[in-house]
């Protein structure tokens, strides 16, 4: 990536300490991009990627079973 505010190091750092706390979380690389997103590509990728984690991280879980 091409971000000048956040190093992608620090990103990669809160990866691992997310998953070391046994977080959900979803790693987005944009080659090329910058943090404020201006190329239109890397909007639509961010809000795809976003979109995609919230229905899978949102999802009501499944009704249970009545046991008789």
Known sequence: TDDTIVPI???K???R???GAKKP???VELPG???SLNASSSR???ATEIERFLA???SPPAPM????
């Open 56 to 58: 899978k991280s949102l």
């Open 13 to 15: 750092a809160m990866a």
């Open 17 to 19: 300490a997310l998953d």
């Open 44 to 46: 639509v990728k961010i």
């Open 33 to 35: 991009g910058d943090h």
């Open 65 to 68: 079973q009545a046991t008789n």
């Open 9 to 11: 190091a620090q990103s």
């Open 25 to 27: 979380y979803q790693l």
